[in-house]
């Protein structure tokens, strides 16, 4: 037959008519893909709301049902016995169970778990047999445990609306069928040439040839006569067979499978995803001896290994392939933001001692593709453990600029540097597609310094993970001309071609900030007071339990308990837990998590104190204990007999105890001037305690705020701090994640009543003025403004009532101050951000995060604003604010309502914050000092364990080094805080025999032995550079 002219789209919507699911099924290519099929024998089920073991499950009474009965409600599972029967005439057969539900299934045969059936994530057939042979057993009994939510849970009308607890489920298919494979070749053949020829476009030759090869298949195929269907293939082949050149883009396609940690659905939830997603990627590895599956976060793996140990096992022999590629060396894959740096090198140390131990070996890329935002700590905290490759792409989700890197050197706050790659697709979710091929080599904007890319493919976020049909494509894209080359690849071959080709790279510098859900530095209030304070509770632990273990021979380290805790705490720092982004029933459990962290920690350090005490003779009663690594005095509050409190001046040496004064005794308070508290007529408060003079307006606003000693003021001229502030809070999508620019235009002030304003603390010791202020017709706030003797900073302690729908609280402080930089801390550290919304990248930053304090400060002179458990904050121009309290309604509708408690200070500062004790500030109002009993007589004399010799190095933690619950070496680990070069002197008390340095992972460094005389040992920083030391105690004398 004579070649025609041929009309693009009418060409190519044939082809896509000829595979079409919904289409000319009775006469198209992809009707024949099943054609025979029959029922099941018998189905029968069970429903309960528990998710019960197999053996449990098997065990309770199944009724008969049908398909398309429905069952639920949302959370139950429902658990099926499906009784099958092959028909004889199938012989020689392809045979399939066929599966359709919205709910999530796992099949069990014989005991074990087999593969993941979702509708949601294209699972929808078990292959029985690949050829039913004459004399195989055509009779079967299989369980199907259907959990009662998707893929990504169970939302009210849409994805992260908050779950319907009501929701019912369906089985919608359950039947045997014939699966005609060489059908099935055809359709991914034919989708990929159509894939080719969209992608291509008509300005490419290429796409011509992919169309018209699909057309002529189309022509010689007839469905119904499968004798046709070589010729097809042949065309097909001819046409993938043709080859591209040497200058291809690479593209690694890596298997993954994306699952939150808890989000959507609960903690316990995440269990069974993850035995359905990776038994399924198991049984592809198995069939695809060249599939690699990369799988992160050590919880999930320790969760399959307790809970589907022959699964685990089958995981590990995959790992030994070479096939099952742990990645990524922590914990969980963490928030990127909120962490502290001592939590951040927890996840590693947690995660690669895990690997390790499982798996043979530790990870060597740290793998975070989906958290909101990259601490610019990171570089030095990976190569400290053990790692120097990163791989993320959540910064594709900027919504301003457009991130100018796929492949680059990243360079951290201290100068380290790790290779980073961020998948050119913009997806750690890839399907397979040309489309997606294609974007992966187009979108690339590191083109022509480097000619690889990873490819994540496999369903994902709530589990899933690739299917053979994925793989199948990928193959068949392996060379062809026109597309880049595919080769299924592993992340370590990845960075590794990456590496060999690293000289042409750009550097980026700083943190890798997302200009996306800036709201989760807020959402959820409790949540992150749980994690910063849980943080503290941990370290004091930890420290006191050295210092009882360096002190008495009859301590026992509390090894165990502190990893249960600890991991417990990293695992709450999951990038949707810590963020607030997920659902009530999530919230749930990390408050117990974190009420299970106080109570197991308040008894801990209640035993490591009493271990303290032993053996010296003193007054019974209290040890007052300063965790923090310099010498303290503060006004603390004693407990009385009775439960009543008693204030007192106590003076605690660094690192260590001092007595707690007698409840009777006078102190004398001199050198340190009382503070005065005076109430004027107009009902204005000043509190003064010789360093802060503080004026409060009759409504509780700072209209002053005085460093006695310069007479400066630190209020901006004509206004008032401590100015509370609402604003409209409705994002555009991601309700709990955004708080979108255009909320500064509605900015409210919060105006009080005048006459509000009462003297608390009358003054000496301290001094306070506490007021309330209605924030709206449902919400309230209490506050106490509290001054101390002695100390360089005012705090506000906070009481909020909270009940509001899309608003956001801050609180605002006009400084006398002029910079176009505001400092922020960070982990281990801290950083500028500008004032000013100069270009896009500026004011992209118009809510960022911050640890402990943020200051803004000019040449001589700063105002710095603490905080307890906060993380939100921005700088504009002169005003400092601090976030408070969100309410958004989505995917926890019940997000932040109720009652919160909080503390943020103000310090107002001479010269630089450096040099001014703002660090140390932030420390100890996050750090108080502790009036712990002790159980016999509490030591006479003050002691110290450590102390430092320049303010300028922060000793940070203090634990048992890891390797061995008896061991009687400690881990120190310091930082540099200041922002420079210096030389520190580090004096213990304790009996070091042996000083040497390590590294994160607390191996040795063979190199790093340190000369200690006189119980002191030198030790030099370069800018926020973190160190940690082993010090190997003697051994006891008895
Ligand atoms: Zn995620």
Sequence with gaps: MAAALKHWRT??????????????????????????????????????????????????????????????????????????????????????????????????????PVQGLTTEGEKTSYVLTDRLGEGDPRSLTLYVEVACSGLLGAGKGSMIAAPDPEKTFQVSRAELAVFHRDVYKLLVDLELLLGIAKGLGEDNQRSFQALYTANQMV???????????????????????????????????????????????????????????????????????????????????????????????????????????????????????????????????????????????????????????????????????????????????????????????????????????????????????????????????????????????????????????????????????????????????????????????????????????????????????????????????????????????QFLYPAVQLQYLWRLLLLNQFHDVVPGSCIQLVVEDAMSHYEDIRSHGNGLLSAAAAALCAGEPGPEGLLVVNTLPWKRTEVLALPKPGGAHTLALVTVPS???????????????????????????????TLDNGILRVRLDPTGRLTSLVLVASGREAIAEGAVGNQFVLFDDVPLFWDAWDVMDYHLETRKLVLGQPGTLAVGTEGGLRGSAWFLLQLSPNSRLSQEVVLDVGCPYVRFHTEVHWQETHKFLKVEFPARVRSPQATYEIQFGHLQRPTHYNTSWDWARFEVWAHRWMDLSECGFGLALLNDCKYGASVRGNVLSLSLLRAPKAPDATADMGRHEFTYALMPHK????????????????????????????????????????????????????????????????????????????????????????????????????????????????????????????????
């Design 11 to 112: 060409t190519l919507e044939r082809v896509e008519k000829f595979v079409s699911p919904i289409y000319f099924t009775d006469y198209n290519l992809r009707g024949r893909l099943y054609r025979d099929s029959c029922p099941v024998a018998a189905l029968s089920s069970f429903l309960t709301p528990e998710r019960l073991s197999y053996q449990q499950a098997v065990q309770q009474d199944f009724r008969s049902v049908q398909v398309g009965d429905h069952f639920g409600p949302t959370w139950w599972t429902c658990w099926f016995r499906v009784e099958l029967t092959i028909p004889e005439a199938w012989v020689g057969q392809e045979v399939h169970l066929r599966w359709e539900s919205n709910g999530e299934g796992l099949v069990w045969r014989d005991g074990e």
């Design 219 to 553: 022509n010689v195929c007839d469905p119904a006569q499968p004798e046709t269907f070589p010729v097809a293939q042949a065309l097909a082949s001819r046409f993938f067979g043709q080859r591209g050149g040497e200058s291809q883009h690479t593209i690694h396609a890596i298997g993954h499978c994306h699952i939150d940690t808890a989000w959507l659905w609960p903690f316990k939830e995440t269990v069974r995803k993850c035995a359905r997603s990776w038994v399924t990627a198991v049984q592809l590895m198995e069939q695809n001896p060249s599939f690699i599956f990369a799988c992160s976060q050590a919880q999930q793996l320790e969760w399959v290994k307790n809970h589907y140990p022959g699964l685990y096992t089958r995981l590990q022999e995959c790992a030994c392939r070479g096939q099952f590629v742990p990645v990524g060396g922590t914990w969980v894959e963490m928030d990127g933001n909120l962490p502290s740096g001592e939590a951040m090198v927890r996840q590693f140390l947690q995660g690669q001692n895990f690997f390790l131990q499982e798996f043979g070996k530790m990870c060597s890329e740290f793998w975070l593709p989906d958290t909101f935002g990259y601490s610019a700590q990171l570089p030095q905290i990976m190569r400290g453990c053990g790692i120097s490759r990163f791989l993320t792409q959540k910064l594709s989700w900027n919504l301003v600029n457009t991130f100018p890197h796929h492949t680059f050197f990243w360079e951290g706050l201290d100068g380290s540097r790790v290779l980073a790659h961020f998948p050119p697709g913009d997806s750690y979710g890839m399907q397979g597609s040309v489309k997606e091929v294609l974007k992966t080599v187009t979108n690339n904007r590191d083109k022509g310094r480097t000619n690889h890319s990873a490819f994540l493919f496999g369903f994902g976020d709530g589990g899933g993970g690739p299917t053979q049909t994925m793989l199948d494509r990928l193959e068949r894209l392996c060379n062809t001309d026109g597309l880049p080359r595919v080769q299924l690849s592993s992340p370590g071959r990845l960075f590794s071609e990456l590496e060999s080709d690293a000289g042409q790279l750009c550097t980026w510098v700083g943190e890798l900030f997302l200009e996306l859900h800036n709201g989760t530095y807020t959402t959820h209030a409790q949540i992150k007071k749980g994690n910063r304070d849980c943080e503290r509770i941990l370290h004091d632990v930890e420290l006191l339990s050295s210092l009882a273990l360096a002190r008495s021979t």
């Design 911 to 1038: 010269g630089s914050f450096q040099d001014a004790g703002v660090i140390r500030a932030a420390y100890s109002l996050n750090f108080p000092l502790l009036a712990l009993p002790a159980p016999g007589p509490a030591p006479a004399a003050a002691w110290s364990a450590f102390s430092l010799s320049t303010p300028a190095v922060v000793l940070e933690t203090v634990k048992q080094a890891e390797a061995n619950p008896l061991s009687r070496t400690l881990v120190l680990r310091l930082y540099e805080a200041h922002g420079s070069h210096v030389d520190c002197w580090l004096h213990t008390s304790l009996p070091v025999q042996e000083a040497v340095l390590c590294d994160l992972l607390e191996k040795r460094d063979p190199a790093g032995h340190l000369p200690l005389r006189d119980n002191r040992l030198k030790l030099s920083f370069s800018p926020f550079q973190v160190q940690s030391l082993l010090l190997v105690l003697q051994p006891p004398l008895d």
């Design 655 to 685: 690192m260590g105890y001092a007595p707690a004064p007698a409840p009777t005794c006078q102190q004398p308070l001199l050198p340190q001037q009382p503070v005065f508290v005076v109430q004027e007529t107009d009902g204005s408060v």
